[in-house]
């Protein structure tokens, strides 16, 4: 019962962090403009990078109060996928077993480098590099990169506390969610995994602020490699890695979504109405303003085409 219990508010607090993950834009009748330009978080603005923290927290941990129908088109899939990672825990575990001390030993080296100590780490690196290289991307990269590790470990941390679960090599192995009741709980618990949010949510912001399939192949590959690295380390069950893995993954689109200037960036057009008395006519005027995004890529294609042409 304990464990359809944590399923369902996972799926809960799940929901609309995927939801915000592709927001609706409202637009206004007449028009829609995009001419604020909201503050960044930086050094120089450690005050905003506070307002973002509790911003996207507040976003989280309430979004269950914006559950929607069309949810259900992945919240069926996800609630599938843990509870069958919920009932293969201890199968798991068991085909790991506890006699090779090398590879516990070495999968516990690795996991350390997805750590939520490491992972902000490797963000500053980002940002220490990009200030450098005067490559104000790659900056934004770390900055947004250190933003969405401590969102995840909090996120993952207070799931931790609210779920008190036995780690592998605690109690009967069995993975007990409060196996003392409410006189014991452990700060430190098994559930989800902390390694496996902060790694899949610097993952996620690093592929989509660097969208080539290299990357996205490195940054993945990083993660799913730490993820693994904590079952085979007796550290999680397999249900702690993929709920830990989903939070990272849809915290780090949160915080992309919100907070990178790609998105800041928004198309925005105006709509005015036209009526010319001596001609009895009526129309709209439209001007529309395509994101910078959009622009490089119709110059893309332009110039492509322009190519093509002149083979021709």
Same mark, same amino acid.
């Given at each position: 019962?304990?464990?359809?219990?944590?399923?369902?508010g996972l799926?809960?607090i799940?929901?609309?962090?995927?939801a915000?993950?592709?927001p609706?834009?409202?637009?206004?009748?007449?028009?829609?403009?995009?001419s604020s330009?909201?503050e960044?978080?930086?050094?120089k603005?450690?005050?905003?990078?506070?307002?973002?923290?509790?911003?996207?927290?507040?976003?989280?941990?309430t979004?269950p109060l914006?559950?929607?129908?069309?949810?259900?088109?992945?919240?069926?899939?996800?609630?599938? #996928?843990?509870?069958?990672?919920?009932?293969y825990?201890?199968?798991?575990?068991?085909?790991? !077993?506890? &006699?090779?001390?090398? @590879? =516990?030993d070495n999968?516990?080296t690795?996991s350390e480098f997805?750590?939520?100590?490491a992972?902000?780490?490797?963000?500053?690196?980002?940002y220490v590099?990009?200030?450098?290289?005067?490559?104000?991307h790659l900056?934004?990269?770390?900055?947004l990169?250190?933003?969405?590790?401590?969102?995840?470990?909090?996120?993952a941390?207070?799931v931790?506390l609210?779920?008190n679960?036995?780690?592998?090599?605690?109690?009967?192995?069995?993975?007990?969610?409060w196996?003392?009741?409410t006189?014991?709980?452990?700060?430190d618990?098994s559930?989800?995994s902390?390694?496996?949010?902060?790694?899949?949510a610097?993952?996620?912001v690093?592929?989509?602020?660097?969208?080539?399939?290299?990357t996205?192949?490195?940054?993945?590959?990083?993660?799913?490699?730490?993820? #693994?690295?904590?079952?085979?380390?007796?550290q999680?069950?397999?249900s702690?890695?993929?709920v !830990?893995? &989903?939070?990272g993954? @849809? =915290?780090?689109g949160?915080?992309?979504r919100h907070?990178?200037s790609?998105?800041?960036?928004e198309?925005?057009y105006t709509?005015?109405?036209?009526?010319d008395?001596?001609q009895?006519?009526?129309g709209?005027s439209v001007?529309?303003?395509?994101?910078?995004?959009?622009m490089?890529?119709?110059v893309?294609?332009?110039?492509?085409l322009?190519?093509?042409?002149d083979?021709?």
């Amino acid at each position: 019962m304990r464990k359809v219990t944590v399923i369902a508010g996972l799926i809960l607090i799940c929901t609309q962090v995927l939801a915000q993950d592709h927001p609706e834009h409202g637009t206004s009748a007449a028009s829609h403009s995009t001419s604020s330009h909201p503050e960044h978080c930086g050094f120089k603005k450690l005050d905003q990078c506070l307002k973002d923290l509790a911003h996207d927290q507040a976003g989280i941990w309430t979004s269950p109060l914006r559950i929607r129908p069309h949810d259900t088109v992945w919240l069926v899939p996800f609630a599938g #996928a843990t509870g069958a990672a919920f009932a293969y825990d201890q199968d798991a575990l068991r085909q790991v !077993g506890t &006699t090779n001390k090398s @590879l =516990i030993d070495n999968s516990e080296t690795l996991s350390e480098f997805g750590s939520a100590y490491a992972t902000f780490g490797e963000a500053g690196a980002l940002y220490v590099l990009g200030a450098l290289k005067h490559n104000d991307h790659l900056q934004e990269t770390g900055l947004l990169g250190a933003e969405v590790v401590v969102d995840a470990s909090l996120v993952a941390g207070g799931v931790k506390l609210a779920t008190n679960r036995e780690r592998p090599n605690e109690g009967t192995g069995a993975g007990g969610f409060w196996p003392h009741g409410t006189r014991d709980y452990s700060l430190d618990s098994s559930f989800p995994s902390g390694h496996a949010a902060a790694s899949w949510a610097l993952a996620r912001v690093i592929a989509a602020e660097y969208p080539g399939w290299l990357t996205k192949l490195g940054v993945y590959g990083f993660a799913t490699a730490i993820s #693994a690295s904590r079952i085979t380390a007796r550290q999680h069950f397999p249900s702690d890695v993929v709920v !830990g893995s &989903t939070f990272g993954y @849809l =915290i780090g689109g949160y915080v992309v979504r919100h907070h990178s200037s790609a998105y800041q960036d928004e198309s925005n057009y105006t709509v005015l109405p036209m009526f010319d008395r001596s001609q009895h006519a009526y129309g709209l005027s439209v001007t529309f303003s395509p994101r910078s995004e959009q622009m490089q890529e119709t110059v893309h294609r332009l110039r492509k085409l322009s190519l093509l042409l002149d083979r021709r």
